[in-house]
């Protein structure tokens, strides 16, 4: 009978370890991912915005966020995020010409991922914006 009780304290015991407690952080954009899609310089500041929500039950402190190369400067809360409430990072891309796939890492007290960091990526593509020239003459006439 002994044995069982122990056997059962046991199990109760690892059970409350695994039931995790602390600050969760968890975002709105799916896959933590932001698409930019297909945008010009001209007509796209490239700042972005990653929202999140604390679902834990401590606290949420940003710590740092970082990128990957100086093209991408993100932005994190000075405060912490308190239980139920919502943050944001925002991320401002430089808009060089070409594909955009950079990551940005942030660094945290969540208990939902391993060490607190959490990958964010932004994707999309930098375009020349096509320009309309009135003047020019058309190379074929519809009637000829």
């Known amino acids: ?11 109760a015991v690892s059970f409350s370890a695994f039931a995790q407690s602390g600050a969760k952080i968890e975002f709105l954009a799916k896959d933590n991912t932001i698409d930019y899609g297909t945008v010009t310089k001209e007509e796209d500041k490239g700042v972005r915005v990653f929202q999140f929500k604390n679902t834990g039950d401590a606290p949420l402190i940003i710590t740092n966020v970082q990128s990957t190369c100086g093209c991408t ?7 912490p995020i308190m ?15 070409g594909p955009i796939r950079k990551t940005i890492t942030v660094e945290s007290n969540a208990v939902n991922y391993p060490e607190g960091r959490v990958p964010l990526k932004i994707k ?18 519809p009637n000829q």
Do not use: D, H, Q, W
Not at 1 to 11: E, G, H, T, V
Not at 83 to 97: A, D, Q, R
Not at 125 to 139: G, I, R, S
């Open 124 to 141: 999309g593509e930098v375009v020349v914006k096509e320009e309309v020239n009135l003047l020019a003459k058309k190379k074929a006439l």
């Open 1 to 11: 009978m002994k044995r069982i009780l122990l056997l059962l304290a046991f199990i």
């Open 83 to 97: 239980p139920g409430k919502m943050g944001e990072i925002s991320v401002k891309y430089n808009m060089n010409l």
């Open 73 to 79: 400067v993100p932005t994190k809360p000075t405060e």
